[in-house]
Nanobody, 125 residues
Framework: VQLVESGGGLVQAGGSLRLSCAAS????????IGWFRQAPGKEREGVSC????????YYVDSVKGRFTISIDNAKNTVYLQMNSLKPEDTAVYYC???????????????????WGQGTQVTVSS
């Protein structure tokens, strides 16, 4: 199984980025993918997650209305569209997967087993 993130970079406040998480080797019908971030000196935070089976989603309050998570089933890829970026969004962003058929999308996106390598997002003021 493998998760490969891409799309990070440097952007000015108010700008946009789209992160991609390409997944392989999983049973996609039962898969849930989450996006997490960790800023220097802070704990890792569940930003958003989505279930492949029913499309259910979760967003942390700080990104609601600005970030959108979506799935491209043909490419087995999950996107995180990030608009109206703020300096406080600066972090390393990771995608992670849970392939349990019993997993339920819920606040904080807990219990993810497989992780990508991370991609840096830097928002300048």
């Amino acid at each position: 199984v493998q998760l490969v993130e891409s799309g990070g970079g440097l952007v000015q406040a108010g700008g946009s980025l789209r992160l991609s998480c390409a997944a392989s080797g999983f049973t996609f019908d039962e898969l849930a993918i989450g996006w997490f971030r960790q800023a220097p000196g802070k704990e890792r935070e569940g930003v958003s997650c989505i279930g492949f089976s029913d499309g259910s989603t979760y967003y942390v309050d700080s990104v609601k209305g600005r970030f959108t998570i979506s799935i491209d089933n043909a490419k087995n890829t999950v996107y995180l569209q990030m608009n109206s970026l703020k300096p406080e969004d600066t972090a390393v962003y990771y995608c992670a997967a849970n392939e349990s058929p019993y997993y339920v999308i819920r606040p904080g996106c807990p219990d993810y087993d497989y992780w990508g390598q991370g991609t840096q997002v830097t928002v300048s003021s």
